[in-house]
């Protein structure tokens, strides 16, 4: 059988997506006891710290049967100037499977294109797909699906809200984003995804967090600056003014809406604590969904 990546939502049909749910939902109600990783390695190759992609994988991995190495890029030949698909081609006679998290999005691209086993994104400035999977989980738990459901981001156009529109693409729910003039998301994503629904997805960007968020049933953002743009903090503070997620805001979206965060959280900029903390908060159940999807994921395309 072919092996399969997973490089973004992307790269599954709404079906896909859909099993992947449901295995999850076994593997986090203890009903699924399989160990599909019996006697195969991960392995995760780390140029970006972690937290919750790292503890995930690795528990995850080992819950399935299997292990996984941690592989730090400043620790192996990649940092010093050893080419992608060497390390690619390398990695695949040893180990069943790599997760990488990194910077530039091509190098995931190229570590696919060259490695022989799966290969999984577990985060580059472009797009964040394990992530969104556990948002997609978290609001099917809250909802039961996400058919009919509004979606609504605040803040920078990065890496999470392109995966989020790859969602939206392929699943079809509404999707608005609300960012200021210069941070707003990838264009091509948000056009393929407009593409390949129809014209079915209904996407929107707009610079009114108002706009956005009025009778939303999902209230998601990020930090201002990520991994990598701590120089722009300040830069990025003045431009993002009027983007936090707050109690009066909240009151524009449904009165069972839900607010994800993807953490880390700088509370008081992207966020008031009172929402961050507060009943309509989900982050916690997001942050652990991270294991139960990735394990889905793990089992699907290594098991």
């Given amino acids: 059988m072919a092996k399969r990546d997973f490089l973004a939502i992307a790269d599954l049909s709404q079906e896909e997506i859909g099993r992947l749910m449901d295995l999850a939902g076994r593997m986090k109600k203890g009903t699924y006891r399989e160990t599909p990783l019996a006697g195969k390695t991960l392995a995760m190759i780390f140029a970006k710290s972690s937290t919750r992609t790292r503890v995930s994988f690795e528990v995850g991995t080992y819950q399935l049967g299997g292990q996984a190495l941690f592989l730090s890029s400043k620790d192996i030949q990649l940092g010093r100037g050893e080419p992608i698909s060497d390390t690619a081609r390398v990695l695949s006679r040893y180990v ?40 997609l989980y978290t609001v099917k738990e809250a909802f039961g699906g996400w058919e009919g459901k509004r979606v609504a981001w605040v803040g920078d156009g990065n890496n999470m809200a392109n995966s989020w ?21 990838d264009h091509s994503l948000f056009e393929r995804a407009r593409a390949r629904s129809g014209g079915g997805a209904c996407l929107t960007i707009t610079e009114a967090p108002e706009e956005a968020v009025a009778g939303a049933h999902v209230v998601n953002t990020d930090v201002w600056a990520s991994m990598g743009q701590e120089e722009e903090a300040a830069a990025r503070r003045n431009a993002f003014k009027g983007y936090t997620v707050d109690a009066e805001l909240m009151k524009l979206a449904d009165p069972g ?15 008031t604590t009172s929402v961050f903390e507060g009943p309509q908060s989900r982050v916690w159940d997001e942050a652990e969904n991270r294991l139960h999807v990735q394990k889905a994921l793990l089992a699907s395309l290594m098991g």
């Fill in 96 to 135: 069943d499977g790599i997760m990488i998290r990194t910077f530039d999005h091509g190098e995931v691209e190229e570590l696919a294109r060259c490695a022989s086993v799966p290969v999984i994104n577990g985060l580059t400035d472009l797009l964040h797909p394990c992530q969104v999977l556990a948002d």
């Fill in 165 to 185: 529109i790859d969602a939206a693409g392929v699943l079809g729910f509404e999707l608005r984003l609300a960012c200021p003039e210069g941070f707003e998301p």
């Fill in 257 to 271: 809406a839900i607010f994800l965060h993807c953490l880390p959280a700088h509370r008081g900029e992207e966020v």
